[in-house]
């Protein structure tokens, strides 16, 4: 597996891989498919031209995750903390995938002046909530019913980590 800086030809590939989370699970609360002109303008404006990171894992010439770095919130003063997304191809999970993509995340993260990682877990998921930990997250509080997905109310957890 190799861990690699996304490029727009990475694009449709990893739009695939989060459409299939946006569709079928609470995994994240978006609940429209992006179309290629989202994704092409979050990728010009946020990794291409901004600070962030889209980074994906390419087996036998697949891209079978990404990892994405973006803005934690929008005040100024956040500007040193970010929110972070790792999705894995769902016929790849529990292969090391995310793993590989949080250490090769970290260790170019080391190099920033970035301060802090955010991860928003939406609950129940106890295997990202124990992937988290693993990579030195730590809970830092839960929102109950903050988000309504697929006729049920869901509660986030949010995780730290230093940088």
């Given at each position: 597996?190799i861990v690699?800086d996304?490029?727009?030809?990475?694009?449709?590939?990893?739009?695939?891989?989060?459409t299939?989370?946006?569709?079928?699970?609470?995994?994240t609360f978006?609940?429209?498919?992006?179309?290629?002109r989202?994704?092409?303008?979050?990728?010009t404006t946020?990794v291409?031209e901004?600070p962030?990171?889209?980074?994906v894992?390419?087996?036998?010439?697949q891209?079978?995750?990404?990892?994405e770095?973006q803005?934690?919130r929008?005040?100024?003063?956040?500007?040193?903390?970010?929110?972070l997304s790792?999705?894995v191809a769902?016929?790849?999970?529990?292969?090391?995938?995310?793993?590989?993509l949080?250490?090769?995340?970290?260790?170019r993260?080391a190099?920033?002046?970035?301060?802090r990682a955010?991860?928003v877990?939406?609950l129940p998921?106890?295997a990202?909530v124990?992937?988290?930990?693993r990579?030195?997250f730590?809970?830092?509080?839960?929102l109950?019913?903050?988000g309504?997905?697929?006729?049920r109310y869901?509660?986030v957890?949010?995780?730290?980590?230093?940088?």
């Amino acid at each position: 597996m190799i861990v690699r800086d996304a490029a727009p030809g990475d694009l449709p590939a990893v739009a695939a891989i989060y459409t299939h989370y946006v569709l079928r699970t609470t995994v994240t609360f978006n609940t429209h498919v992006m179309t290629p002109r989202e994704w092409t303008q979050r990728y010009t404006t946020s990794v291409a031209e901004g600070p962030y990171h889209l980074l994906v894992a390419e087996r036998e010439q697949q891209v079978v995750g990404y990892v994405e770095t973006q803005r934690f919130r929008p005040k100024p003063a956040y500007d040193r903390s970010l929110e972070l997304s790792v999705y894995v191809a769902p016929d790849e999970g529990g292969q090391g995938v995310g793993g590989a993509l949080y250490a090769a995340l970290f260790a170019r993260l080391a190099a920033t002046e970035f301060h802090r990682a955010y991860a928003v877990v939406a609950l129940p998921n106890d295997a990202s909530v124990r992937f988290h930990e693993r990579w030195g997250f730590v809970h830092r509080g839960t929102l109950t019913e903050a988000g309504h997905k697929f006729g049920r109310y869901l509660d986030v957890a949010y995780y730290e980590r230093a940088l």
